[in-house]
């Protein structure tokens, strides 16, 4: 399991507080059980919208395995959507908190691609039918 990172996790979690008070956040998720993937599935299930990501423009300590960067479980990360995303950076820059834009979100399709290739897509229906059938297995 990751070993816990409690200055990055009140750091990161004070500063995207902060940007949801500015306004400045359309939808935010800490990256928990099943990593970066699951994340953004469980995003795309509860609020009906698609997302085009390439997992390889993710922040990592030099990891290069598509699986590893889907599937990690590291603290103090969160994915963030936004409309403004200059003024996000900007602000996560001032505080030293590692970030990038890695996709996009819109559409009725989930998309993981790794370099421009595509690893996985789903349909935005299918994710929302398989999230919801696991309704109280955990």
């Not at 990690?72 to 820059?93: C, F, K, P, Q, W």
């Not at 994710?127 to 059938?133: E, R």
Request: some cysteine.
């Amino acid at each position: 399991p990751p070993r816990p990172k409690p200055e990055e996790e009140l750091r990161n979690a004070e500063v995207v507080l902060r940007l949801i008070e500015r306004g400045l956040v359309n939808s935010c998720m800490d990256i928990g059980l099943g990593g970066l993937a699951i994340t953004l599935l469980k995003m795309s299930a509860t609020g009906g919208v698609g997302f085009n990501v390439d997992l390889a423009k993710t922040p990592t300590n030099g990891t290069m395995d598509p699986v590893v960067v889907a599937f990690s479980e590291t603290n103090a990360r969160y994915v963030i959507e936004t409309h403004h995303a200059g003024e996000v950076m900007s602000i996560l820059r001032e505080v030293g908190v590692p970030h990038a834009v890695i996709g996009v979100s819109g559409g009725d399709s989930a998309r993981f691609l790794w370099m421009d290739d595509e690893l996985a897509s789903l349909r935005v229906s299918e994710v929302m039918g398989y999230y919801s059938s696991l309704w109280g297995v955990f």
